[in-house]
């Protein structure tokens, strides 16, 4: 039957699962937690695309410099009203450059997140089939508690034991809702959809139904 082993080995995986997950490893180590639980691939093409954003959002030295220049052919060309608006509509030209060119390298940051999107995709999937793989061998291993479980009254009554087996089923059992609880908080997007309503009404109607006495108690 159950015992405290059990309950620590639980524990065990919720420790596992947190110190795997977004709030320790994937501080310390982003790498490594990204290629264990998000499955990103390369990302020299994002930083590129950020960098290139980056250096040019924070440039202001050029872009000031390019003013000025506008600025000093005006004065060349005197305070006339054609010379202000001829001035006017190059530095309107040239604050579109500005805008068309940090248009383009966002671009560039969009299109270098779709092979990243895609893989990550295609990583959560696998991580998915592994967890859905671990609760269909504890339904297996359910399935095969009850065939090898004894009655319960000849329990009761002393004639017969539990088998040895059904011990050892027991601990494995456990150990892969462990291990479900480890990948589920170290990648955490499903813990996200839960719906806490519906899960408060899924408790409660277990809860009756597993403690509720059925039919008459023998006297």
Do not use: C
């Not at 408060?200 to 006495?213: H, M, S, T």
């Amino acid at each position: 039957m159950p015992d405290q082993r059990h309950l620590y080995m639980l524990v065990a995986g919720v420790l596992l699962g947190v110190l795997l997950g977004p709030a320790v490893l994937a501080r310390l180590a982003p790498q490594a937690y990204d290629t264990m639980f998000l499955g990103s691939g390369d990302l020299s093409q994002l930083e590129q695309a950020q960098a290139e954003l980056e250096l040019f959002l924070t440039d202001e030295d050029t872009r000031q410099a390019r003013i000025d220049n506008i600025l000093r052919q005006a004065e060349v060309l005197g305070d006339g009203d054609s010379a202000q608006i001829a001035t006017q509509e190059q530095i309107a030209l040239l604050m579109n450059d500005f805008a068309d060119e940090q248009e383009r390298l966002e671009s560039n940051i969009d299109t270098a997140r779709v092979p990243i999107l895609a893989n990550q995709q295609a990583h959560r999937e696998k991580l998915s089939g592994m967890l859905t793989m671990m609760l269909l061998l504890i339904v297996v291993i359910l399935a095969t508690e009850a065939i090898l479980s004894p009655q319960r009254d000849e329990l009761e009554a002393g004639k017969t034991t539990l088998p040895p087996a059904l011990s050892r089923l027991i601990t494995i059992r456990y150990a892969l809702a462990a291990g479900w609880l480890m990948l589920m908080l170290a990648q955490p997007v499903w813990l996200k959809g839960i719906d806490l309503t519906f899960g408060g009404l899924l408790l409660v109607v277990v809860l009756i139904a597993g403690l509720v006495p059925l039919g008459k108690q023998a006297n």
